[in-house]
């Protein structure tokens, strides 16, 4: 499924070695997310379950911690949707330094 079905794409947030992020509203029930696309390229939907990110983040419940709303798989792009903060701990970090 096309990512843009079911999310609005609104802007770029912010772009690392491992992919970029965007903000985005879900059509559902109008919440912003951010959805990381992952720049590795992926032939399956094994292949996306496999990944040391997925397997993680599908594990990790802590209050301290946003967790992962899903994740979608569109042709050869893997797409992590998360609930949308305003900052993240790298940010908060160089703030203090």
Same mark, same amino acid.
């Given at each position: 499924?096309?990512?843009?079905?079911?999310?609005?794409?609104i802007k770029k947030?912010? &772009?690392?070695?491992?992919?970029?992020?965007?903000?985005?509203?879900?059509? &559902?029930?109008?919440?912003?997310?951010?959805?990381?696309? +992952?720049?590795?390229?992926?032939?399956?939907?094994?292949?996306?379950?496999?990944?040391r990110e997925v397997?993680?983040?599908?594990?990790?419940?802590?209050?301290? +911690?946003?967790?992962?709303? &899903?994740?979608?798989?569109?042709?050869?792009?893997?797409?992590?949707?998360?609930?949308?903060? &305003?900052?993240?701990l790298f940010k908060?970090?160089?703030?203090?330094?």
């Amino acid at each position: 499924m096309d990512i843009n079905e079911k999310y609005t794409i609104i802007k770029k947030i912010d &772009e690392g070695a491992f992919g970029n992020v965007l903000l985005a509203t879900s059509k &559902e029930d109008g919440c912003k997310v951010a959805i990381k696309q +992952i720049k590795e390229k992926v032939s399956s939907w094994n292949d996306c379950l496999n990944m040391r990110e997925v397997k993680s983040l599908r594990k990790m419940k802590h209050k301290n +911690i946003i967790k992962l709303r &899903e994740a979608r798989k569109h042709k050869d792009t893997l797409y992590l949707i998360f609930d949308y903060a &305003e900052t993240n701990l790298f940010k908060l970090y160089m703030d203090f330094k």
